[in-house]
């Protein structure tokens, strides 16, 4: 069975700071793995995805993620955290063998500091 | 093209009452998700429709129920409204299932 795991329901950094949002997978399969993040009465919005083709994904907003197959991982950077990053992000996997099944983590709410 | 769409956005039912809420998908996309958000248990999985087809479902009583049209757009169902089925419900579509997900802004349902 395939399941999600974000460790820390919230993270606070400061301005400028390195923003790092820990997600790991366990998955029967090769997964896909997802970040999203959403804003306050938003939807979700796809910040990056990984799917068997490079292991460093660049995404949206200056985000990237590395997929470890040793330590299950698939943690989410930014370099340099910015006000606007405030927002909960969710990571989250498919593809387990048989039928595709998106398993959400429970979210990680980044607070920015001034 | 134009993002998933979701109506209503903020709906106020009461107990027993039963309630739709729809959702278009991006042009082109043929899946379409439903998961339900509370804060205390998160972003949970209702089912996903392919091509008018249920595909997979998410471990909800069978009161939430939905559907999907030739034109992918879909419609879910709650019958016998509790309190516990306030929450915003999000509808995601995707061009095949299990790929990225693009989501509508939501459905903010409340149960008094």
């Known amino acids: 069975a395939q399941s999600v795991t974000q460790l820390g329901s919230h993270v606070s950094v400061s301005e400028g700071a390195l923003v790092l949002l820990r997600c790991n997978y366990s998955s029967s399969v090769p997964p896909y793995l997802f970040w999203y993040v959403q804003y306050p009465n938003q939807g979700l919005q796809l910040l990056l995805k990984y799917t068997s083709a490079a292991t460093l994904v660049k995404g949206i907003n200056g985000f990237e993620a590395e997929f470890k197959k040793s330590e299950t991982s698939f943690h989410l950077t930014k370099p340099s955290a910015h006000m606007s990053d405030a927002a909960e992000y969710f990571c989250a996997v498919s593809k387990a063998s048989g039928t595709y099944k998106y398993i959400f983590g429970t979210g990680t709410r980044l607070k920015v500091l001034a | 093209k134009a993002g998933v769409t979701q109506t209503p956005r903020y709906l106020i039912k009461t107990r027993g009452q039963q309630v739709t809420l729809s959702c278009s998908p991006i042009?082109?996309?043929?899946?379409v998700s439903w998961y339900q958000q509370t804060p205390g248990q998160g972003l949970q999985f209702l089912f996903e429709y392919f091509s008018e087809t249920q595909r997979n479902k998410g471990n909800f009583p069978g009161r939430f129920s939905g559907r999907q049209f030739s034109n992918s757009r879909s419609e879910m169902n709650v019958s016998t409204l509790e309190l516990g089925d306030s929450a915003l419900y999000l509808c995601?579509?995707?061009?095949?299932?299990?790929?990225?997900?693009?989501f509508g802004p939501g459905t903010r349902l409340t149960v008094t």
């Open positions: 995601a579509s995707s061009q095949e299932s299990g790929g990225e997900q693009y």
């Open positions: 042009s082109g996309h043929r899946s």
